[in-house]
């Protein structure tokens, strides 16, 4: 009996490589942590994405959707997290062709080849993979001929302290600290009005905390909003405004602008944290301002805004390999370093460029791209359009480029995060002021 393709992840790229094997006539099985399909995505699901529906499903999903009685989004809106999910992604998980392959609350522990450990060479190939994986609170152990890894960063936040470790006292201070995009306007109002928040990070999550909080302040005075940013100025967050070809991305650094120019909220950078603590019953967070200590006091919630990155741990056993800087797919890296790039424009690409020393295991979606918070969904599609096509034998499709994107952005000299973001990027999430993600 042939054995299935096991898929990593229960997100949109996860789907769509399930898609992908359905159509070919491949048996899989997808684990997916969360108690449910797309669980990651809405924890964002307030957000609105940067790009339209066109651009954020998967053809051959679609495909296979209107074979059923499926209420098709229009192409040219823009949907929140939440639609994304329930629109598209749980319609797709129910189909009869999908479902039954599905296992959720099913977090993948490692992953290995059968009866031997990665220092084996001899007849590695040809044997199966063994995925062990925990289900309410049971082990399980499954065997699969070829691995998609498909899990994603979100569940992986970056500490707020300086240097990427956390800072001194961060982790005692979780009580205090979300990690993420918190609907700080919406079900979670009652933790942040009135309060004093801190908000780290520089990127579209960042703009978009600050953009509901300051709705929150228009309505509750008393909130008071405080952005840090390791930035050297903060006119590097505002983008391209109106020259930006996602013109809701666009909007996002105009808005901020005119925040931070009318003085609506207080504002340092560069800022590196180095130590929480307590001060009554708020907390103090110490770091240094343009190289000088410096301290912010009276915190009373602190959300970190600050990315992503893979989680490697369960690979241990596999022979992979990532780009050391950016924790990438390291054929890559030198496309979408944000050190080098700041459109987030990367040519199209899969299997080739996706493979593994590991035959038959492939790192993809928002994983593949490490901790550049550059990707777009569309992008992911291509690439499990590819690796699919790869595991068949269909070395032509393979090969084949099929993905056509608009332009993503302005290009400039100074690095400027763009797309899910953790998320991710234009797959990540936004609030009223379009905010967008995975593109």
Known sequence: MKLPVAIIGGGPVGL???????????SFILLESGSQI?????????????????????KTAVSLLAKYDWNAPQLEAIPTGKELVE?????????????PYIRVNSKVVSVGRKNID?????????????????QNGEMNTVEARAIIDASGTWKHPNPIGSGGIFAKGEESASQRITYGIPDVYGNQRQRYAGKRVLVVG????????????????EEVP?????????????????????????????????????????????????????????????????????????????????IANTG???????????????????????????????????????????EAELRQPEKDFYIVGMKSYGRAPTFLLATGYEQVRSVVAALVGDWEAARRVELHLPETGV???????????????????????PRNCCG
């Open 308 to 350: 992503s990155r893979p989680d490697l741990d369960f690979l241990r056993e596999i022979r992979y390999q990532v780009d050391p800087s950016i924790e990438c797919v390291p054929a890559l890296a030198d496309l979408i370093d944000p050190n080098i790039h700041s459109c987030g424009t990367v040519r199209p690409h899969g």
């Open 118 to 134: 990665k220092m084996k060479t001899k007849g590695r190939d040809q044997l199966p993979f063994v995925i062990r994986y925990e």
């Open 38 to 58: 797309g669980a990651s995505i809405l924890e964002w699901g307030h957000v609105r994405m940067f790009s339209p529906w066109e651009y954020n499903m998967d």
């Open 411 to 433: 290009c400039s000299s100074n690095p400027l995060t763009v797309g899910f973001e953790a998320v991710s990027s234009c797959c990540a999430p936004l609030p009223q002021v």
């Open 222 to 302: 008393s909130t008071d909003i405080v952005w840090v940013l390791r930035k050297i100025s903060v006119q590097e967050t505002y983008g391209g405004g109106n020259e930006d070809q996602l013109p809701a991305r666009g909007a996002l650094g105009t808005a901020i602008q005119h925040l931070v120019e009318g003085g609506l909220l207080t504002v340092y950078t560069p800022f590196q944290i180095e130590e929480i603590s307590n001060e009554g019953n708020a907390l103090l967070v110490a770091g240094t301002l343009a190289g000088q200590p410096f301290n912010i006091g009276g915190i009373d919630e602190i």
């Open 87 to 99: 629109m598209y992604l749980q319609p797709l998980a129910a189909l009869p062709e999908i479902s």
């Open 202 to 217: 520089s990127g579209h999550s960042a703009i978009n905390t600050i953009l509901d909080l300051h709705r929150l302040k």
């Open 16 to 26: 769509a490589a399930a898609a992908q094997l359905q159509a070919r006539g491949e």
